[in-house]
C-alpha cells in the first residue's frame, strides 16, 4: 500500500534565516517534485513564507522520508535539526490543519488555502496525493464556511479596510485621501484598493492644506500617517467640509504617533475616526476571536482527517475484497453453468430471474464482511482480516 | 385545521426569536436555527391564511385581530426578502419577537381562527386592507432598518474594540435599505388610503380619528422622501424621521380595534 510521508519545516521550528534556506519558488518546486517522484512515488512541495514541506506518497515509507530530508537539505544543510518528520494519518492530519490556517502564524489566515491549491497543481500527483491534497482543500473550505476563523481582521491595516466596509459597504470606487505615506498607511491604502476603492490624492506635509481642505469635500476615507509633530488636520477644518458633503459619511483613520488628526473630528456628525490604538485593540479582539474558532475549526479537521485516515487504511483490504468478490462470482457462474441442463428450460425472463437471484445473495452474503473488513483497517487491524480472508477462501492459492 | 397551523407558525417564530438571541452570544449555529424558524413559520402562517380564506370564503381581514394575523405575515415576508442574509440577521432579534407577539394578540382577538364571511367585499379587502396593511408592514421594517442603522452608528463612533465581532450590515447599506422599502411603501399607502376615502365619501361616513392618524402617517413618510431625495438627508436625521414614523404606524394599529371595527 502506498504511504503518506511529510517532511518539512516551518516557523514554529525554523527562524527566518534557515527557512529562507528552502523556500522554494514555483518552478523550482516543480522540478524538484517531478526528480523525487521518480519510481512509483508522487511527491509535492508546499512552500511559502512560513513552510516549506515535502509530501510524498511510497510504498516504502522510511526510504521516502531519507530521500524527501535530503531533498530539503541539499537546499539547504542547517535546516536539517529544524526538519520535522510526520507518516499517514499525522501527516494528512498536518496537512489539513495547514490548510485551514490552523497552523498559521495568524490563525485562520486565508492566503495557505491558495497557496495549497499551489503546491497540489506544481506536483507530481497521483491516486493518493490527489486524495489527500483534495480532502485538505474541502477540510479548509469548510472550515471558512462554518466557522468565524476568517473573518475578522488580523493587521491594523485589514482592520482599517474592514472598518471602511462596515461604513460604506463595499468600496468601489470609494476615494481615499492619503496624508503622509508610511509603510502602515501605504499598507492600509493597499488593502483599500484591493477592495475597490481609489486613491485620490497623496498629500505629504502641512504646507498642502488648501488641496487638502478642497479634497475632504469628496473623498471617503482619509488615512493619515504623517511623521508631523503637530495636528495636520483639525476639526474646524473637517467641519467645514462637511458642510459641502451634503450628509455624505466620512471615515478617517490616523496611525501616526503623534496623531495627526484631531481628536475632536470624531465628535462631528458623520465623522468615524479611529486612531492607531482603537485600531490595535480591534485587532486583539478579533485574534482572540479567531483563537476561539479556532477550537472548532479543529474538530472539523479531525472529523475530515478521520475521514481520509479511513479511506487510507481501506485501500489495505480493498485487493482481498476485490478477489473474494471474484471468487464468489466466479463460484456462481460455475454453478449457473452446472445446472444449464435444467436452466435451459427456461424462458428468457425465468433465466434473467434466476441470475438475478444468486447475485443478490452473494452480494448480500459479501455485504458485511465487506464492511467490517473495512472497519478493520481503520481500525489498524485491515491486513490481519485481509490474511484471514485470503487464508479462509483460498485467495490467491492459485497465483502461488 | 386553523389550530395546527397557527402553533406551528407560532412556534417557529418563537423559536427564530430565541434562536436570534442566542445569536447575538454566539453566532453560528443559533443564527441559522433562527432563519429556518423563519422560513418554515412563514410556511405555516401562509398555509393558516390559506386556509382561513378558503374555509371563510373570501379574504379573511375583515376584523381589527385577523388583519393583525395579515399584517405579521406581510412583515415576516418583507423580512424574509434580504433578513435572512447573515449580516441581517441582528433586524431579526427586532422583527421576529415583535411577529410572535402580535400574533398572540391575533390570537387573543380571534384572528387566526375559521370565523365567519366578511361583510366587506373581496376587492376591498385586497386593495384597502391589503394595501394599507403591505404599506405598514414596509414601514416597520425601515424602522427595524433604521434602529439598527442608528445603534451601528452609535457603535462605530463610540469605537469599541468588539465593532467587527460580528458581522453587520453597513451603514449605507441600511441607509439605503430603509430608504428603498419607505420607497416602496408610500405609493402602496396612498392607494390603499385612496380607495378607502373614495368608499368612505360613496357611504357618507364621516372621517375618524384612525384616518387623521393614518394621514398623518402618510404625510411623515412622503415628508421622509422628500427630504431624502430631494432635502439630501441621510444616516441619522432620517432614521430617526422614519421612527417617528413607524410610531404613528403603532398609534393607527393600537386605535383600529376601537374605531374601524367599533
Redesign the interface.
Known amino acids: 500500500m502506498m504511504r503518506l510521508v511529510l517532511v518539512g519545516t516551518s516557523h514554529h521550528h525554523a527562524p527566518v534565516e534557515l527557512r529562507e534556506q528552502v523556500a522554494l519558488g514555483r518552478k523550482d518546486a516543480e522540478a524538484l517534485a517531478a526528480r523525487l517522484a521518480g519510481g512509483g512515488r508522487e511527491a509535492t512541495f508546499l512552500s511559502t513564507c512560513n513552510r516549506t514541506e515535502v509530501y510524498v506518497a511510497a510504498e516504502h515509507a522510511d526510504e521516502a522520508e531519507r530521500d524527501a530530508a535530503a531533498a530539503l537539505a541539499s537546499l539547504g544543510p542547517e535546516v536539517e535539526p529544524a526538519l520535522y518528520r510526520l507518516q499517514d494519518r499525522a501527516a494528512a492530519h498536518h496537512l489539513f490543519r495547514v490548510a485551514a490556517g490552523l497552523d498559521s502564524l495568524v490563525p485562520g489566515e486565508g492566503e495557505i488555502l491558495g497557496q495549497v491549491r499551489v503546491a497540489h497543481e506544481l506536483g507530481t500527483t497521483g491516486p493518493l496525493l490527489d486524495r489527500v491534497f483534495s480532502q485538505a482543500l474541502h477540510a479548509g473550505r469548510k472550515v471558512r464556511s462554518?466557522?468565524?476563523i476568517g473573518?475578522?481582521?488580523a493587521s491594523v491595516s485589514a482592520?482599517a479596510a474592514?472598518?471602511a466596509?462596515?461604513?460604506?459597504?463595499s468600496l468601489d470606487g470609494r476615494s481615499i485621501l492619503l496624508l503622509g505615506a508610511g509603510k502602515v498607511s501605504e499598507q492600509a491604502a493597499r488593502n483599500l484598493r484591493s477592495r475597490g476603492a481609489e486613491i485620490s490624492l497623496v498629500a505629504n506635509s502641512r504646507t498642502e492644506r488648501e488641496r487638502i481642505a478642497e479634497q475632504l469635500a469628496s473623498v471617503d476615507v482619509v488615512i493619515a500617517s504623517t511623521s508631523a509633530t503637530g495636528l495636520v488636520l483639525e476639526a474646524d477644518t473637517v467641519a467645514d467640509a462637511l458642510r459641502r458633503r451634503?450628509?455624505?459619511?466620512l471615515l478617517l483613520v490616523d496611525l501616526a504617533v503623534p496623531r495627526d488628526l484631531d481628536p475632536a473630528i470624531?465628535e462631528l456628525?458623520?465623522c468615524?475616526l479611529?486612531d492607531i490604538d482603537?485600531l490595535e485593540?480591534?485587532v486583539?479582539?478579533?485574534l482572540s476571536?479567531r483563537r476561539r474558532e479556532a477550537e472548532r475549526a479543529e474538530a472539523i479537521v479531525a472529523a475530515e482527517a478521520e475521514k481520509f485516515h479511513e479511506w487510507h487504511a481501506s485501500l489495505d483490504v480493498v485487493p482481498a475484497i476485490a478477489s473474494l468478490r471474484a471468487r464468489a462470482e466466479e463460484i456462481r457462474e460455475a454453478e449457473l453453468q452446472k445446472a444449464e441442463s435444467l436452466l435451459g428450460r427456461l424462458d428468457e425472463s425465468q433465466r434473467r430471474a434466476v441470475e438475478a437471484v444468486t447475485a443478490q445473495i452473494v452480494n448480500k452474503l459479501l455485504h458485511l464482511p465487506t464492511v467490517r473488513m473495512k472497519q478493520a483497517a481503520a481500525a489498524a487491524d485491515g491486513v490481519l482480516y485481509a490474511e484471514a480472508v485470503r487464508h479462509l477462501f483460498g485467495l490467491g492459492e492459485d497465483e502461488r | 385545521m386553523a389550530e395546527l397551523l397557527f402553533w406551528p407558525a407560532l412556534l417557529l417564530y418563537g423559536e427564530a426569536a430565541v434562536g436570534y438571541l442566542g445569536d447575538v452570544r454566539r453566532?453560528?449555529r443559533a443564527g441559522r436555527a433562527a432563519t429556518w424558524g423563519v422560513r418554515l413559520g412563514w410556511l405555516a402562517q401562509t398555509a393558516l391564511l390559506a386556509v382561513q380564506a378558503t374555509r371563510d370564503d373570501g379574504f379573511p381581514w375583515g376584523t381589527w385581530a385577523s388583519s393583525l394575523d395579515l399584517f405579521v405575515w406581510l412583515v415576516v415576508s418583507a423580512y424574509l426578502i434580504w433578513g435572512c442574509r447573515r449580516r441581517f440577521r441582528l433586524l431579526g432579534l427586532i422583527v421576529m419577537p415583535l411577529a410572535v407577539t402580535l400574533l398572540v394578540v391575533a390570537r387573543a382577538g380571534g384572528g387566526t381562527g375559521i370565523g365567519s364571511a366578511s361583510h366587506y367585499s373581496n376587492l376591498f379587502l385586497v386593495v384597502h386592507v391589503g394595501l394599507v396593511l403591505a404599506a405598514f408592514a414596509g414601514f416597520t421594517l425601515a424602522a427595524a432598518l433604521s434602529g439598527l442603522y442608528i445603534w451601528?452608528e452609535r457603535r462605530?463612533?463610540t469605537?469599541p474594540?468588539?465593532?467587527?465581532?460580528r458581522?453587520?450590515?453597513?451603514?449605507?447599506?441600511l441607509d439605503s435599505l430603509a430608504l428603498r422599502t419607505v420607497a416602496w411603501s408610500v405609493p402602496l399607502l396612498t392607494l390603499g388610503a385612496v380607495v378607502g376615502l373614495v368608499r368612505l365619501v360613496a357611504r357618507g361616513d364621516r372621517l375618524d380619528a384612525l384616518i387623521a392618524v393614518t394621514g398623518a402617517t402618510w404625510l411623515v413618510f412622503c415628508a421622509y422622501l422628500g427630504l431624502r431625495l430631494l432635502g439630501?438627508?441621510?444616516?441619522?436625521?432620517s432614521a430617526y424621521l422614519a421612527l417617528a414614523g413607524f410610531a404613528l404606524v403603532v398609534v393607527v394599529r393600537l386605535a383600529l380595534p376601537a374605531s374601524h371595527f367599533a
Request: hydrophobic letters at 35%; aromatic letters at 8%.
Open positions: 462554518q466557522t468565524a473573518e475578522s481582521p482592520a474592514a472598518l466596509e462596515q461604513v460604506f459597504g451634503r450628509g455624505r459619511r470624531g456628525d458623520g468615524y479611529y482603537d485593540q480591534i486583539v479582539e478579533t476571536l | 453566532p453560528g451601528q462605530l463612533q469605537r474594540a468588539t465593532i467587527l465581532r458581522q453587520m450590515p453597513a451603514l449605507a447599506t439630501g438627508w441621510t444616516g441619522r436625521r
